[in-house]
């Protein structure tokens, strides 16, 4: 008997094994929440009838797909971490998302290259010159606090002030650097980044920005200023995202 006649006896087997799994397991609970279940997405098939989603789904599914992505692949790297059992498997690494996963983030290569002309070869954050093994792109809005790579949601630093910043939110005065610089970008860079394959949305960046701004201020966060200088982030930060930059 050869491996092919073998593969395409078992091959039924196994796809009504998977079919009897993926139906048991995330089918049933996917939709539960809080206790309860909200079938918002389709309603629990019978046994051995095909899963029918609801109106509009397939279509917010494709739509955002990046999104729902990484923010599920964000979820479970938190989960990873939560268990203190994996710390003696996975030890302390800054690259979980690829140990769970088998890749990384986006490479983010081709947006230095962008980058570095824009920001004439000098750091985001303190306006030092950049040299290019020394030069890192920093989401502005940290990865951990929104896992997706937004064209407009970069910039250029230098190592040691990405290392420093972390997830922790910048200070006021980067947060207006920040604004002024992405509405100064204009159409080209959205255009190239566009290209690279990155997504384009100013105004969603934007409106993330303000969402993780007013999540710090309703918490007393502080906003890093420079390497081990923080500052309270006030209020006033709140009033840079006026309709003025939409």
Same mark, same amino acid.
């Given at each position: 008997?050869?491996? $092919?006649?073998?593969?395409?006896?078992?091959?039924?087997?196994?796809?009504?094994?998977? &079919?009897?799994?993926?139906?048991?397991?995330?089918?049933?609970?996917?939709?539960?929440?809080?206790?309860?279940?909200?079938?918002?997405?389709? %309603?629990?098939?019978?046994?051995?009838?095909?899963?029918?989603?609801?109106?509009?789904?397939?279509?917010?599914?494709?739509?955002?797909?990046?999104?729902?992505?990484?923010?599920?692949?964000?979820?479970?790297?938190?989960?990873?971490?939560? +268990?203190? !059992?994996?710390?003696?498997?996975?030890?302390?690494?800054?690259?979980?998302?690829?140990?769970?996963?088998?890749?990384?983030?986006?490479?983010?290569?081709?947006?230095? %290259?962008? !980058?570095?002309?824009?920001?004439?070869?000098?750091?985001?954050?303190?306006?030092?010159?950049?040299?290019?093994?020394?030069?890192?792109?920093?989401?502005?809005?940290?990865? &951990?606090?929104?896992?997706?790579?937004? &064209?407009?949601?970069?910039?250029?630093?230098?190592?040691?002030? +990405?290392?420093?910043?972390?997830?922790?939110?910048?200070?006021?005065?980067?947060? $207006?650097?920040?604004?002024?610089? +992405?509405?100064?970008?204009?159409?080209?860079?959205?255009?190239?980044?566009?290209?690279?394959?990155?997504?384009?949305?100013? +105004?969603?960046?934007?409106?993330?920005?303000?969402?993780?701004?007013?999540?710090?201020?309703?918490?007393?966060?502080?906003?890093?200023?420079?390497?081990?200088?923080?500052?309270?982030?006030?209020?006033?930060?709140?009033?840079?995202?006026? %309709?003025?930059?939409?």
């Amino acid at each position: 008997m050869t491996l $092919e006649m073998s593969l395409t006896q078992i091959w039924p087997e196994v796809l009504s094994e998977v &079919a009897r799994v993926i139906c048991d397991q995330p089918v049933r609970y996917l939709q539960n929440a809080g206790g309860s279940t909200d079938p918002f997405l389709f %309603d629990l098939p019978q046994a051995r009838r095909p899963l029918v989603l609801k109106p509009g789904v397939m279509f917010c599914l494709r739509r955002y797909y990046g999104l729902i992505h990484q923010l599920a692949k964000a979820g479970w790297i938190d989960h990873v971490k939560s +268990n203190k !059992l994996n710390a003696t498997v996975i030890g302390v690494t800054d690259d979980l998302e690829s140990f769970v996963f088998g890749a990384s983030r986006q490479s983010l290569s081709v947006v230095a %290259d962008i !980058l570095r002309p824009l920001q004439h070869d000098r750091c985001f954050y303190y306006s030092g010159l950049l040299r290019r093994e020394s030069a890192e792109v920093d989401h502005f809005i940290a990865w &951990a606090r929104y896992p997706r790579d937004t &064209a407009h949601n970069f910039v250029l630093a230098h190592r040691t002030c +990405n290392s420093a910043k972390r997830d922790i939110l910048a200070a006021e005065h980067h947060v $207006e650097h920040w604004l002024d610089r +992405n509405v100064s970008l204009g159409d080209d860079f959205a255009s190239t980044m566009q290209q690279s394959g990155f997504v384009t949305d100013l +105004n969603t960046s934007i409106s993330v920005a303000r969402w993780a701004y007013q999540q710090g201020v309703e918490n007393s966060a502080h906003g890093w200023v420079e390497r081990k200088v923080l500052e309270n982030l006030g209020a006033s930060c709140l009033d840079l995202f006026s %309709d003025s930059w939409r």
